[in-house]
């Protein structure tokens, strides 16, 4: 059984950085990748980057510009997001996924609070 658990979230001023972390327990098999969504209330969950299991990062349209950045620690069983120049949209509840074997794995998220 895999588990999820982010941390690493909390208030920033519009303009700072932020790095969360996902901490997970379990086998999460090789050719499983994982991911970062976002979630702001009253909006959809949307993707926010991924990286596969030899460690390619991909990052949606919206979310390329070099403000975010995936990257995971087999050693440590962490995923990372390092966040930068963060705006007032990027308010939201921020969530690690992985797809193993057809199953999706959610953490419970983390909350990031952006402010002028």
């Known amino acids: 059984q895999i588990q999820l658990v982010e941390s690493g979230g909390g208030s920033v001023q519009a303009g700072g950085s932020l790095k969360l972390s996902c901490v997970w327990t379990?086998?999460?098999?090789?050719?499983?990748?994982m991911d970062w969504y976002r979630q702001a209330p009253g909006k959809e969950r949307e993707l926010v980057a991924s990286?596969?299991?030899?460690?390619?990062?991909?990052y949606p349209e919206s979310m390329k510009g070099g403000r975010f950045a995936i990257s995971r620690d087999k050693g440590m069983n962490t995923l990372y997001l390092q966040m930068f120049r963060l705006k007032i949209d990027d308010t939201a509840r921020y969530y690690c996924?992985?797809?193993?074997?057809?199953?999706?794995?959610w953490g419970p998220g983390t909350q990031v609070t952006v402010s002028s």
């Open positions: 996924h992985t797809r193993c074997v057809g199953i999706h794995y």
């Open positions: 379990g086998y999460i098999a090789i050719g499983c990748g």
């Open positions: 990286i596969s299991s030899h460690g390619a990062t991909d």
